[in-house]
C-alpha cells in the first residue's frame, strides 16, 4: 500500500500563493487511478479540492478553485502537487492527499490519506 506525506501548508495573506506537494512511497500513486486532494475547514466537512488521474491526462477541480489552483504530477518523483494563487481567507483549512481507483470526488472512495497540512490565510 502507499503512504502519502503533504508538504508545503503555511500562513500567507490574501492574493499569494502556496505550493503544497504529495509525496508518496510504499507504491507508485501512478498505480491507482486518481490522486486527489480535500481540504477541511474547522466545525466542516472535508471538501474534494480536485483530482489527476495516473497519466495527467484527466484533471478535475471543484468549481470553488478553478481558475486560481494547478494540480499536477512527476512520477518521477512520485509527487503530486497543488499550486494554489489568488488565495482568499475562505482557502483556510487542513489540505489532504490520498488515491482512489474511483471515478468519483467522494472522500468515502478515497483511501491511504496523509497527516494533512495546514494552510492558513490572512485577510
Known amino acids: 500500500q502507499v503512504q502519502l506525506v503533504e508538504s508545503g501548508g503555511g500562513l500567507v495573506q490574501a492574493g499569494d500563493s502556496l505550493r503544497l506537494s504529495c509525496a508518496a512511497s510504499g507504491r507508485a500513486f501512478s498505480s491507482y487511478l486518481f490522486m486527489g486532494w480535500f481540504r477541511q475547514a474547522p466545525g466542516k466537512e472535508r471538501e474534494f479540492v480536485g483530482r489527476i488521474n495516473s497519466n495527467g491526462a484527466n484533471i478535475l477541480y471543484a468549481n470553488s478553485v478553478k481558475g486560481r489552483f494547478t494540480i499536477s504530477g512527476d512520477n518521477a518523483k512520485n509527487t503530486v502537487y497543488l499550486q494554489m494563487n489568488s488565495l482568499k481567507p475562505e482557502d483556510t483549512a487542513v489540505y489532504y492527499c490520498?488515491?482512489?481507483?474511483?471515478?468519483?470526488?467522494?472522500?468515502?472512495?478515497?483511501?491511504?490519506w496523509g497527516q494533512g497540512t495546514q494552510v492558513t490565510v490572512s485577510s
Open positions: 490520498a488515491v482512489s481507483n474511483r471515478w468519483s470526488i467522494s472522500a468515502r472512495d478515497f483511501n491511504f
